[in-house]
């Protein structure tokens, strides 16, 4: 049934360039790690972007995740309260990066 | 600029867009995982599927074999937007193209007018993402910010519009008119957050080579590639090339914005890289024209080859618009070297094909590797001489491709 779905899409796409109704564009449910407060990480970064813009950038280190929850902030204005700013760095470090490593 | 100092390049700070926090990276735990995640591969509307980086906004990246055919189709040609709010249906009766601010005459275009009252032109280009390939940045150093495309951030295509030059002079310039500022229908969740506003000098909008394309490949724009109409500049990277092109701006001064001034910057310096300290230390200067490059479509990563065939290594080389003088292939990993034979012109901002017959007589792993050079002599860099920037910008070191001869 889906493979008949896609083919008759891929028909329609061929025939007609032009959208004569509303594309539908497809969510895409990105696996998240939860626990430490993944509720919060949803509920701030998902307002602009999906969890692709995360999992997609590999790990990164703490100052990284700072520095870009920052500008999230400071340049795109993100709504985000302090300590939730702190929440939501630990958590991408601890899911999605690592500690910056000293003296080894 | 072949020798940079590594230890910099690691010990560099990475704070993008975030002057205050100038931490250093460790110098010794390099940390390059990139891999850790496969994105979905999805149809998306009027698209094959393709690999889903994020579905909002969307961004969509072409899959490697695209590079063997020098004009990419339009249902896979990658997509790349930066804010959520993308309207999802626009009727052709009701959008205008306004032009507007220091013009003698303010002009409220449709789409027909633009097809019947302007002169026609057609340019064959490539449409590269400034983040393109970026993931390589990290097999030779420190992986960068952003998410870490591989080459599908690119396609080349014929694009059928009316001159930017002539929509500006029929609208009039004004005596005091110095900036064209551009942008498009996506819009950010937000309100205060700062909408995708791109600006360039006049003497570039006025160069008669930019395009308000309303045809792509002989079609309508795909609704993800910018339907209606999106601005075409030939041999830029692509983050001017405003989709769903709405609102031309004439400016009397230049304005600044975090679109023009923070992202998409690299370090205004001759190699436009970090030589030593954090990015972000350093002047900006907004990237702009793009850099040789050529990568190989076919034979793919990890391919398996029965010993004996004839293999056609095919792949598509570009640059800013000079003109790509030769490709020369390896499939040695670089020990030693060969021409490949270049095929048809499509001009000097397009794609252009190399070929290489190849016929492996002994099994083994091999490495296959392509390097470009343009008719101005700039050559692509082997991965460990790039230039490195926080951003990931302007990737075009030699691409290599690793197969098994069995």
Request: glycine share 8%; with cysteine; charged share 25%.
């Amino acid at each position: 049934m889906k493979k008949i779905i896609l083919l008759t899409s891929l028909l329609t796409s061929m025939a007609f360039a032009q959208v004569s109704k509303p594309i539908e564009m497809p969510y895409v449910d990105y696996p998240v790690e939860t626990g430490d407060h993944d509720e919060v990480v949803q509920q701030y970064c998902l307002i602009c972007h999906s969890f692709g813009y995360i999992l997609n950038q590999g790990k990164k280190s703490r100052p990284y995740w700072t520095g870009t929850v920052q500008k999230m902030v400071n340049e795109f204005k993100a709504p985000i309260p302090k300590e939730d700013q702190q929440t939501i760095i630990n958590y991408l470090v601890k899911h999605y990066g690592y500690e910056v490593a000293s003296g080894h | 600029m072949s020798t940079f100092n590594r230890r910099h390049f690691l010990g560099s700070s990475l704070i993008l867009g975030a002057s205050s926090l100038l931490g250093k990276e460790a110098d010794q735990k390099i940390i390059t995982e990139t891999k850790n995640f496969v994105p979905p591969v999805i149809a998306f509307p009027e698209k094959k599927p393709l690999k889903v980086i994020s579905d909002r906004p969307p961004l969509l990246e072409s899959p490697r074999d695209i590079f063997t055919q020098p004009i990419t189709p339009n249902d896979q040609f990658f997509v790349r937007w930066h804010m959520p709010d993308i309207p999802t249906y626009i009727d052709l009766n009701e959008f205008r193209l306004q032009v507007q601010g220091a013009v003698e005459t303010p002009l409220s275009l449709s789409v027909d007018d633009l097809k019947s009252k302007f002169e026609p032109v057609e340019i064959t280009s490539v449409l590269q993402c400034g983040g393109n390939s970026r993931k390589y940045y990290a097999t030779s150093g420190q992986a960068t910010h952003g998410v870490q495309w591989g080459h599908g951030a690119m396609g080349c295509a014929v694009w059928k519009g009316v001159r930017l030059k002539d929509i500006l002079n029929k609208a009039g310039l004004k005596s005091d008119a110095r900036f064209v500022g551009v942008n498009g229908l996506e819009k950010p969740a937000l309100d205060e957050t700062p909408h995708f506003f791109r600006e360039m000098e006049l003497d570039e909008a006025l160069s008669g080579e930019l395009i308000v394309a309303y045809e792509m490949n002989g079609e309508d724009l795909p609704y993800l590639n910018g339907f209606p109409l999106r601005l075409v500049i030939p041999g830029h990277f692509s983050d001017s090339w405003v989709k769903m092109l709405s609102e031309i701006t004439v400016l009397d001064q230049y304005r600044k914005t975090f679109f023009m001034d923070v992202a998409y910057t690299v370090p205004d310096n001759d190699c436009e890289c970090v030589v030593s300290g954090g990015d972000f230390e350093y002047k900006r200067k907004p990237i702009a024209a793009m850099k040789v490059k050529s990568v190989i479509g076919y034979p793919t990563p990890n391919t398996i080859i029965k010993k004996g065939s004839r293999i056609k290594v095919t792949g598509m080389a570009f640059d800013q618009g000079k003109g790509v003088k030769e490709v020369m292939i390896s499939v040695d990993g670089g020990k030693s070297w060969s021409a490949t034979a270049l095929q048809k012109d499509y001009g000097k901002y397009a794609y252009r094909q190399w070929i290489y017959q190849w016929e492996p007589k002994t099994k083994g792993e091999y490495t296959i590797m392509v390097r470009a050079i343009n008719r101005v002599g700039n050559i692509q860099p082997l991965p460990d001489e790039i230039g490195w920037n926080a951003g990931g910008y302007q990737y075009n070191a030699v691409d290599s491709v690793n197969v098994k001869i069995v």
